[in-house]
């Protein structure tokens, strides 16, 4: 079937069951196009608690999809590939969280969004990448914080708010691989252009030292950021989907990725044909352990109130 046929149908499918389509900036761009909502994690997750829709087909990696289900218990929720995973929310697992809560019973856990239900269910409060340095300031910062999984985010919320922290040392393959050649290279390149960067790029600092105007910025940070900007010209460091996002926000722009191969391989999973498989078959369900989804739920809540 042809895409602009498939669109078409799934655009049926949704209104025919009442199902709305998330979709995360880093999906392919036909994806996004029949997506309902496009955004980041934050925005994802705030459209998500307030959707009327009987059946939520996210299209992004599978921890988003579950923060969908644990705020929707009663919904059904769908992810059209299983396999949509996260390097980064791998990288750290529910004992490894339990044997430093063990070790600093005082302590504060803050898990960012990218992370297993498990691992939710030990923290005190969720962040995503727009709205980490407003948690961690509203912290008591006399008392251990355990920043979690990311440690290039985590040393941007040190930099920011001037708080140290316990950072687990795990990265985001894609986002780890954007370093500092890359950065360099865009640099000479573009002298002129404004540099985006997510705070999850293993380049950050020294993009920061390099180009102390650069601007550390969610995914949806990015897109208000150049919609309101006089600028014309912006280079991107973060997965390449959000190109396809910036061009339909502001068009006229121009807007270069600092590394074209900076693919998320399991956002890319999803396609126009497995969302149309999952609106007609409804698969793949996405369920949490209700006692597991009850004990993430308040960190999860925490997250979309702030920032
Ligand atoms: P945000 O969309 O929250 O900026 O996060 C990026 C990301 O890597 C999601 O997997
Ligand atoms: Fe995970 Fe990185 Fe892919 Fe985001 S880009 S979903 S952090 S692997």
Redesign the pocket.
């Known amino acids: 079937m042809l895409s602009i046929d498939l669109s078409q149908e799934i655009m049926e499918l949704k209104k025919k069951r009442n199902a709305v389509i998330l979709a995360?900036?880093?999906e392919r761009p036909e994806v996004q196009d029949v997506a309902d909502f496009v955004g980041?994690?934050?925005g994802l997750s705030r459209v998500a608690a307030n959707t009327s829709a009987d059946i939520i087909v996210f299209a992004g990696?599978h921890f988003m999809a579950e923060t969908a289900a644990i705020l929707n218990p009663k919904k059904t929720v769908l992810i059209p590939d299983l396999d949509a995973g996260?390097s980064?929310a791998d990288t750290i697992s529910a004992k490894d969280v339990q044997e430093w809560r063990d070790e600093n019973p005082n302590g504060q856990v803050v898990a960012y969004?990218?992370t297993s239900a498990e691992v939710k269910a030990l923290a005190d409060v969720c962040v995503?990448?727009?709205n980490a340095v407003a948690v961690v300031q509203s912290l008591d910062a006399t008392r251990p914080i355990f920043f979690l999984p990311d440690m290039f985010l985590g040393a941007h919320v040190e930099r920011v708010t001037g708080i140290k922290m316990h950072v687990w040392m795990g990265e985001?393959h894609v986002?780890g691989g954007i370093g500092d050649k890359e950065i360099r290279e865009t640099l000479e390149a573009h002298p002129d252009a404004e540099f985006l960067i997510?705070p999850?790029c293993s380049c950050g600092s020294s993009c920061l030292y390099l180009k102390p105007d650069a601007k550390m910025l969610?995914?949806?940070?990015m897109v208000t950021y150049a919609k309101a900007s006089d600028r014309t010209e912006f280079v991107i460091a973060?997965?390449v989907g959000i190109i396809h996002r910036l061009n339909k926000m502001a068009p006229g722009k121009k807007f270069l990725p600092v590394k074209e191969s900076a693919i998320?391989q399991y956002?890319k999973m999803i396609t126009l044909e497995k969302i149309y498989d999952s609106l007609v078959e409804d698969k793949y369900v996405v369920s949490v352990d209700e006692e597991i989804a009850r004990a993430a739920l308040g960190a999860i809540e925490a997250m979309i109130s702030i920032g």
């Open positions: 995360h900036s880093y980041d994690s934050l990696v996260c980064l969004v990218n995503t990448s727009a985001c986002h997510h999850e969610s995914t949806e940070g973060t997965e998320c956002m």
